[in-house]
């Protein structure tokens, strides 16, 4: 019998999955504080259209992570792929586990993998990630995912960048 995953990402219901607690994470300078979005206010309509505008693009793909226990599913974070560099058939992934009792629990980690599957499905061969040079639980979660320290932003000294190869 095969064992269920632990977590699936899947596309965020407008409906369903923006709720109070999504805009609870999303205004917790704790779950964004090595982020850009660390210092903004966000409201239910403004979760709702970023939302929307990702679900309608072909250029970035954002996933809901849900914790699948005992064959229910619980939101716990996101991340997106995008945007992607069809030229260079490169990306950008973005994470967070807005479920703070659950950090450090490793799902950040299957959620890179999962989208890492994705990555490769859409024929990608460059990942990048940036991680706060103090956020440690974030490169080493990259790090386990096969992303190698490339340097750092010019534009944000604290920002350090993670590229991962893909061979698809």
Do not use: C
């Not at 979760?47 to 929307?52: C, G, H, L, Y």
């Not at 993998?113 to 956020?135: G, P, Q, T």
Request: aromatic fraction near 10%; hydrophobic fraction near 40%; glycine fraction near 6%.
């Amino acid at each position: 019998m095969n064992k269920p995953k632990q977590i699936i990402l899947k596309k965020l219901n407008l409906t369903t999955d923006i709720s109070k607690k999504y805009l609870g994470w999303m205004n917790d300078f704790d779950v964004f504080k090595f982020t850009m979005q660390k210092n903004k206010k966000h409201s239910l309509d403004n979760i709702r259209q970023f939302v929307k505008e990702k679900n309608e693009s072909k250029n970035e793909f954002l996933y809901g992570i849900f914790l699948n226990k005992n064959n229910s599913l619980k939101h716990i974070g996101n991340i997106k792929l995008g945007p992607i560099n069809l030229i260079y058939k490169s990306s950008d992934i973005s994470y967070f586990i807005g479920e703070k009792k659950l950090w450090g629990h490793g799902y950040s980690t299957l959620a890179i993998a999962e989208v890492i599957k994705i990555a490769k499905k859409k024929k990608l061969k460059k990942l990048r990630a940036l991680a706060h040079e103090i956020n440690i639980g974030s490169k080493i979660v990259l790090i386990k995912n096969g992303f190698k320290k490339k340097g750092k932003l010019k534009k944000i000294k604290t920002a350090e960048i993670y590229i991962r190869l893909l061979n698809t």
